[in-house]
T-cell receptor, first 113, second 114 residues
Framework: GDSVTQMEGPVTLSEEAFLTINCTYT??????LFWYVQYPGEGLQLLLK?????DKGSNKGFEATYRKETTSFHLEKGSVQVSDSAVYFC????????????FGTGTKLQVIP | DGGITQSPKYLFRKEGQNVTLSCEQN?????MYWYRQDPGQGLRLIYY???????QKGDIAEGYSVSREKKESFPLTVTSAQKNPTAFYLC?????????????FGDGTRLSIL
């Protein structure tokens, strides 16, 4: 079945540091890939998405590129801020209409001033 | 603005009691979902519904029940059969037939045992 593997957290960075959160997946065909962010006590919000190979999703300075050859969708940001502290989830939606979305276990990011 | 509303934000359950969590959406989405979130375990799917009057069990449906009588509403009942109900519950919705569409989430209900 489908699966998503994220790097374990927590990840602690100083403000303005470079961020990478690794995400790899297992699925047949060409799933759609997503990054969601969850702030304390809230639900998940879509951060960015990519729906086909080599697509780059971007939002609020975050980027992730859909790499079919390495089945990866790593999240990056060039300069993190304290306000980026949250839990980040990688997810995939299988190709071809509705099927169950698979989420990773989440990576907690803490940015210190 | 369109969105998903979950209520209440906090809920307490006594032993042997059923409790119902509310989820309402005004996004005109066909599909709705319930997830359970425990620390360090990500999201686990409880139930989902692709259309009114139809729903399917997810990975951890035991001890839970749902109904989908209206497109906008997908309430979740945590029954007394669920022996470990303490968790954060998230409701979500999406356009049904498009796999490239994201899920939209409510702000969750935190359920605790008295």
């Amino acid at each position: 079945g489908d699966s998503v593997t994220q790097m374990e957290g927590p990840v602690t960075l100083s403000e303005e540091a470079f961020l990478t959160i690794n995400c790899t997946y297992t699925a047949t065909g060409y799933p759609s890939l997503f990054w969601y962010v969850q702030y304390p006590g809230e639900g998940l919000q879509l951060l960015l998405k990519a729906t086909k190979a080599d697509d780059k999703g971007s939002n609020k300075g975050f980027e992730a590129t859909y790499r079919k050859e390495t089945t990866s969708f790593h999240l990056e940001k060039g300069s993190v801020q304290v306000s980026d502290s949250a839990v980040y989830f990688c997810a995939l939606s299988p190709e071809g209409g509705y099927q169950k979305v698979t989420f990773g276990t989440g990576t907690k990011l803490q940015v210190i001033p | 603005d369109g969105g998903i509303t979950q209520s209440p934000k906090y809920l307490f359950r006594k032993e042997g009691q059923n409790v119902t969590l509310s989820c309402e959406q005004n996004l005109n989405h066909d599909a709705m979902y319930w997830y359970r979130q425990d620390p360090g375990q990500g999201l686990r799917l409880i139930y989902y519904s692709q259309i009114v009057n139809d729903f399917q069990k997810g990975d951890i449906a035991e001890g839970y029940s749902v109904s989908r009588e209206k497109k906008e509403s997908f309430p979740l009942t945590v029954t007394s059969a669920q022996k470990n109900p303490t968790a954060f519950y998230l409701c979500a919705s999406s356009a049904r037939q498009y796999s490239n569409q994201p899920q939209h989430f409510g702000d969750g209900t935190r359920l605790s045992i008295l």
